[in-house]
């Protein structure tokens, strides 16, 4: 078992090296933290998934604590409808300059975030709505949601949350000590 564990983490890490500018530096996906930092966590989220949400707090809590840490947020709507509204309304606010603030106000909103709830967060962080709803229906949105999935897929992720930290992946949510303790090895490299 410890063998194929082994070889199951070395494979990935291959698929990583491969993909790296996919995986971290695509210029359509949204980068929060320290854009120029020295590490990147990579996470694959759905905004009604309730163990990305359970883990958002920590990840503010992380970026606060780690001005070196660069943050690479890959929308993965798999959860239906109302995910797939939230994952096009969070990639158009980028137009607006404000992904960062609306991600996390999705993140920390209590309840479904379905279309109402997309719009008061997004009123509620200072979008123009309108502009947003237009902006959603870009093929360009569209295409990185693909991508995203594809890319998702070919690191073998099966469901949110997923990171991508330096060569390793890190599947669910964890505790702040253990995504640290990626960060620290990812650094050591």
Same mark, same amino acid.
């Given at each position: 078992?410890?063998?194929?564990?082994?070889?199951?983490?070395?494979?990935? &890490?291959?698929?990583?090296? %491969?993909?790296?500018?996919?995986?971290?530096?695509?210029?359509?996906?949204?980068?929060? =933290?320290?854009?120029?930092?020295?590490?990147?966590?990579?996470?694959?989220?759905? !905004? +009604?998934? #309730? !163990?990305?949400?359970?883990?958002? #707090?920590? @990840?503010?809590?992380? /970026?606060?604590?780690?001005?070196? @840490?660069?943050?690479?947020?890959?929308?993965? #709507?798999?959860?239906?409808?109302?995910?797939?509204?939230?994952?096009?309304?969070?990639?158009?606010?980028?137009?607006?300059?404000? !992904?960062?603030?609306?991600?996390?106000? $999705?993140?920390?909103?209590?309840?479904?975030?379905?279309?109402?709830?997309?719009? /008061?967060?997004?009123?509620?962080?200072?979008?123009?709505?309108?502009? $947003?709803?237009?902006?959603? /229906? %870009?093929? /360009?949105?569209?295409?990185?949601?693909? *991508? +995203?999935?594809? @890319? &998702?897929?070919?690191?073998?992720?099966? =469901?949110?949350?997923?990171?991508?930290? =330096?060569?390793?992946?890190?599947?669910? %949510? %964890?505790? &702040?000590?253990?995504?640290?303790? !990626?960060? *620290?090895?990812?650094?050591?490299?």
């Amino acid at each position: 078992q410890e063998r194929k564990r082994t070889a199951q983490t070395d494979e990935i &890490a291959q698929i990583i090296a %491969a993909r790296n500018d996919e995986i971290f530096n695509d210029p359509a996906t949204p980068v929060g =933290g320290n854009p120029e930092g020295d590490v990147s966590l990579v996470e694959f989220f759905d !905004y +009604n998934c #309730p !163990y990305c949400r359970r883990v958002a #707090p920590t @990840l503010v809590e992380i /970026e606060k604590d780690d001005a070196k @840490l660069r943050f690479v947020y890959k929308e993965w #709507p798999i959860l239906g409808p109302n995910s797939e509204f939230a994952a096009r309304a969070a990639l158009a606010s980028r137009s607006q300059g404000k !992904y960062v603030e609306f991600h996390k106000g $999705l993140m920390l909103a209590s309840g479904l975030v379905n279309e109402s709830k997309v719009l /008061e967060v997004a009123a509620q962080v200072g979008l123009d709505v309108d502009r $947003l709803r237009q902006d959603m /229906e %870009a093929p /360009e949105i569209t295409a990185l949601i693909e *991508r +995203n999935r594809e @890319l &998702a897929r070919a690191l073998r992720i099966t =469901g949110t949350p997923s990171f991508v930290i =330096g060569d390793q992946m890190l599947r669910g %949510a %964890a505790d &702040a000590e253990v995504i640290r303790g !990626y960060i *620290r090895e990812a650094r050591e490299k």
